[in-house]
């Protein structure tokens, strides 16, 4: 069982040694690592067609990997301190911003001095800032939405009208109706998968941790509240479950679920399914029931960061700053092809944000999404969001039993608590 | 004179001799045991990432504060005690009835019985990850016979996930087992199972007191080597549920405990050589108590 272990190290060794014998051939080609070849990996791949054709002697390298892939040969060529082995510029999960910071000091080029970040979103650049210092080009958001089947609902006695403004309480009570009438369930749920509870958390301004970045869980309001939302829908029992991933995007895009709550970049894999054609609406997320919820909020989102050995540091830069901190067509161009909402300001009063999109019968779903964005409560995510993350999902399956949520509440913290030292 | 002569010949020989072995034993040194070493030593520190400090025992103070690792630790044990003497008894069954001359395609059930150990680890958890999805086709066969009324959460309920785990390693590891006993079977003398045809023993006891005994020293290895495996156990949970271990930590492991504190977590590479050290202990407690039991009693 061992063995499988040994070759992929062996294999990611043999890649790690052609990628740096490529390097050395061509100079002036920029490497890049990123996940999804429908978002990320495109995106990036215009934004290079649009570099070269202005500076053709750069040329680019655009590896397209799996997310946990790009993270764990980040983290050992990190760890190894063969810096060699590493791209230009990789993509880097929000949530891990500050943990890649803060642990590998002096591995990312700081980039505070050579581009301008008062025209990004203020909540996108915190996140990247260490000891005032900016180390990253932020990219995409994951301002939240409600996708939800307007044929379903039409079926089950809702209009459009009826799904904005929702509270969580009222969600379910629509997702039995819904059941009752069409048969489908509301919503498909991932019980290895805190992405849920966090979206629910952070529309109330909440997080695992507090502003300074401490553990903040037994007197969290907003968490609690995220618990006993996804209690009640667990125990209403109007969700499909669904193992991982793929079986949870399987879920809408069959057509066995009525809507999703997720963030804005899943509209490409929405769109795809070009059979379900104007069958789609998009609302405002449901809000929970405690003060300072609202109907806003985020999930995921990633930003691009230069590796401070990269031979092609000042390129890779100057890339990053010509292309996504000036380029507002660019923004059009990605929000029109792939749904990707930026992160910079400017790109909002473009043409694409205005338009309408006939998939969604023709709604003005990205001006929506970016009036969202601007209300997206700012939290800390802290260093230590995974590990709180495998803390709240290892106790969601007794929330569906019946827990009693303050006790599922201490029994995270004490689980978190030894996690994070 | 002499005894010069021969020194000079035996430093020759000796020279020679590491020579040949020079570069297997700095091979050896460079990725073996420099690493060990080094994670012992990278055991006594802790901090985040590349930013790391003495801790003296920390780690392991840790260790039993951590209700994950407590967690990891208790799924590996389980996995081990419920998984291994299953996995071997039916190895051995299987191993007895196809080393029956008798039966027919004999051959079609030895490669059949075999061929999951050479399937891809990542390909067959994949595979099991669709068979047993909340309606794959497992739960629609047990649906459609009438076993159940519901689907059985096989990746969504804590319980099922374990049950599952086990269900596929013990298809994927039986046979590689199986081939080692049949193996053995071919060397134990046909005149012993004659001579206790005529006694008139009973081929329950013939199993019992002559095929068992003779194999002890194959049972004992293929017991260690599986004890090895599942404690280190990784790829299955790794894939059947996204490297997460879930659902509610059930069927995380120690080794991907390990991972997921270098990879996916804070890099805390000081705790999981500590961890490892872990695995490193439990190996060869349990070989040293496998290799007790079946020792020769004079």
């Not at chain 1, 051939?25 to 495109?42: H, K, L, M, Q, R």
């Not at chain 1, 899943?266 to 929970?288: E, F, M, N």
């Not at chain 1, 003060?291 to 990053?320: P, Q, R």
């Not at chain 2, 991972?259 to 805390?268: A, C, D, E, I």
Request: proline share 3%.
């Amino acid at each position: 069982m061992n063995k499988m272990i040994l070759s992929r190290l062996a294999a990611g060794l043999f890649a790690g040694a052609s990628l740096l014998a490529s390097t050395a051939a061509f100079a002036g080609e920029v490497t890049v690592w990123c996940w999804d070849p429908n978002f990320n990996v495109a995106i990036m791949k215009e934004a290079a067609a649009r570099y070269t054709a202005k500076h053709p002697e750069t040329t680019f390298n655009i590896v397209d990997f799996a997310k946990a892939d790009v993270e764990q040969k980040l983290q050992t060529g990190l760890s190894s301190g063969t810096t060699d082995a590493l791209p230009d510029i990789v993509l880097i999960e929000d949530y891990g911003a500050q943990k890649y910071l803060q642990s590998f000091p002096g591995a990312f080029a700081e980039l505070s001095s050579k581009i301008d970040f008062s025209g990004f979103a203020p909540y996108k650049v915190e996140l990247m800032t260490l000891d005032g210092a900016v180390y990253g080009m932020p990219f995409d958001s994951g301002v939240t939405g409600l996708y939800y089947r307007k044929d379903y609902l039409e079926q089950a006695g809702f209009k459009p009208e009826d799904m904005q403004d929702l509270t969580w309480d009222r969600f379910i009570e629509i997702g039995k109706e819904v059941e009752a009438k069409t048969g489908k369930k509301m919503l498909g749920l991932d019980i290895n998968d805190a992405g849920f509870i966090r979206i629910l958390m952070q529309s109330a301004g909440g997080w695992y941790f507090d502003k300074d970045g401490n553990l903040s869980i037994a007197d969290n309001a907003a968490l609690k509240a995220a618990l006993e939302t996804t209690q009640k829908i667990l125990q209403a029992n109007v969700h499909k479950p669904s193992a991982g991933w793929t079986e949870w995007v399987n879920a809408f895009t069959s057509g066995d679920v009525a809507t999703v709550t997720t963030g804005v970049w899943i509209t490409g894999t929405v769109k795809a399914q070009a059979d379900q054609s104007g069958k789609w609406g998009v609302a405002p997320i449901p809000k929970l029931s405690i003060e300072g919820a609202g109907h806003a909020s985020n999930l995921g989102g990633s930003s691009w960061y230069v590796t401070a050995n990269s031979a092609e540091k000042d390129e890779a830069i100057d890339f990053l700053n010509e292309v996504y901190a000036k380029d507002v067509d660019f923004y059009q161009k990605i929000l029109a092809d792939r749904g990707a909402v930026g992160s910079l300001l400017a790109a909002r009063t473009g043409a694409a944000y205005s338009e309408a999109d006939a998939f969604f019968g023709g709604e003005k779903v990205w001006q929506n999404f970016s009036d969202w964005l601007a209300k997206v409560p700012a939290v800390n995510y802290g260093v230590f969001t995974n590990e709180v993350d495998t803390a709240v999902t290892a106790h969601l399956p007794s929330l569906g039993q019946g827990a009693n949520v303050d006790e599922v509440l201490k029994a995270i913290d004490s689980q978190a608590q030894g996690q994070i030292q | 004179m002499a005894s010069g002569k021969t020194g000079g010949l035996k430093r020759y020989h000796d020279l020679n001799g590491w020579l040949f072995i020079a570069p297997s034993v700095a091979l050896i040194g460079v990725f073996l045991v420099y690493p060990i070493f080094r994670s012992l030593y990278l055991s006594f520190f802790s901090g985040k990432g590349m930013m790391m400090k003495f801790a003296g025992f920390g780690n392991v103070v840790r260790l039993w504060n951590d209700p994950v690792f407590i967690q990891a630790l208790t799924n590996t044990v389980t996995f081990f005690v419920v998984q291994v003497p299953i996995m071997i008894l039916l190895a051995l069954m299987l191993a007895a009835v196809l080393n029956n001359e008798k039966l027919k395609f004999i051959g079609f059930f030895r490669t059949a019985i075999f061929l999951p150990c050479v399937a891809s680890l990542v390909a067959y958890s994949v595979l099991f990850k669709s068979m047993f999805s909340v309606d794959g086709v497992v739960n629609q066969a047990l649906m459609a016979i009438g076993l159940i009324g519901s689907p059985i959460g096989w990746l969504t309920e804590p319980f099922w996930a374990k049950v599952l785990v086990i269900l596929a390693i013990t298809w994927r590891w039986t046979g590689y087992n199986m081939i080692f006993y049949l193996a053995a079977l071919q060397n134990i003398d046909k005149s012993i199972y004659e001579a206790a045809k005529i006694d008139g023993v009973p081929a329950w006891a013939r199993f019992f007191y002559i095929t068992v005994p003779m194999l002890k020293p194959v049972i004992l290895f293929t017991t260690i080597i599986s004890t090895i495996g599942t404690i280190q156990l990784f790829d299955e949970v790794y894939n059947l549920t996204e490297g997460k271990g879930g659902p509610a930590n059930s069927t995380i492991t120690l080794s991907l405990y390990i991972y997921n504190l270098t990879f996916r977590f804070m890099p805390s590479f000081g705790y999981a050589a500590t961890i490892s050290y872990v695995i490193v202990i439990m190996v060869a407690l349990f070989s040293f108590l496998q290799f007790y039991a079946a020792r020769d009693r004079s």
